[in-house]
Nanobody, 115 residues
């Protein structure tokens, strides 16, 4: 049973926006370094954005200036705001949590950018 649950994916036109959410009913995300990964068909899973427990953020070059990762510890939720979406952003997006070298994952949410 996955410990993280993603939501917010869907179909959006190029140039549009989506906000992904990641939450858990089993663990406190405030203890984890969190990240969003994407996996396009036939490709490896890649890191999109990460946010440390102290809220330091990092982004893949391909999404800098378009995506924003944030966390709301009171809601036990991590977000990925995605703007100016491109067809090449189409992928399954996975939420990841890392603590002491141990990783936890969600099942993923599909984002499709198409006209």
């Amino acid at each position: 049973q996955e410990q993280l649950v993603e939501s917010g994916g869907g179909l959006v036109q190029p140039g549009g926006s989506l906000r992904l959410s990641c939450t858990s009913s089993r663990v406190s995300l405030s203890s984890y370094n969190m990240g969003w990964y994407f996996q396009a068909p036939g490709k490896e899973r890649e890191l999109v954005a990460s946010i440390s427990r102290r809220a330091t953020t990092n982004y893949a070059d391909s999404v800098k200036g378009r995506f924003t990762i944030s966390r709301d510890n009171a809601k036990n939720t991590v977000y990925l705001q995605m703007n100016s979406l491109k067809p090449e952003d189409t992928a399954v997006y996975y939420c990841n949590g890392e603590l002491g070298g141990i990783n936890i994952w969600g099942k993923g949410t599909l984002v499709t950018v198409s006209s």
